[in-house]
């Protein structure tokens, strides 16, 4: 069962089970929250971003279950996905011949931050993009 919660100024959190064909669907949430908060400017990255992050889901967790945040600070906006699985991501030199690998390297290439968090169970991914170096709203 996928739940939403939304707050419609500063925040939308939606509980899910992520497949192949999810990161579309996600996309298109993004891209109207964007232009809901006036940060249409931001929608090439942070598109990007969330498909890293959710692909990442998809090939990695058991059980695919996740949690998405989008958090609007100021000109800014955070992304945060979470999961129950321990397992933490890591940058890899991917080779040009690889088909992954790059997610989070991509991720970086588009965002001011990123990072992980441990959580009890599990995980939080984030990445912040627009906004100021010093995270002021």
């Known amino acids: 069962m996928n739940e939403l919660i939304h707050s419609p100024r500063t925040h939308y959190r939606l509980h899910l089970v992520v497949g192949a064909h999810s990161a579309r669907h996600i996309r298109r949430i993004v891209r109207a929250h964007l232009r809901l908060w006036g940060l249409r400017e931001l929608t090439d990255a942070a598109e990007l971003a969330v498909t890293e992050l959710v692909a990442n889901v998809v090939r990695h967790v058991p059980g695919r279950r996740c949690t998405i945040v989008l958090r609007r600070r100021g000109d800014a906006l955070r992304i ?15 080779d040009v011949l690889d088909e992954g690998g790059r997610g989070l390297a991509l991720v970086g290439l588009v965002s001011r931050a990123w990072g992980v ?3 009890t169970p599990g995980k939080t991914v984030w990445c912040e993009i627009g906004g100021s170096e010093d995270g002021a709203d």
Request: hydrophobic fraction near 35%; charged fraction near 45%.
């Open 117 to 119: 968090q441990r959580e």
């Open 80 to 94: 945060e996905v979470s999961d129950d699985f321990a397992g933490l991501p890591r940058v890899r030199d991917a």
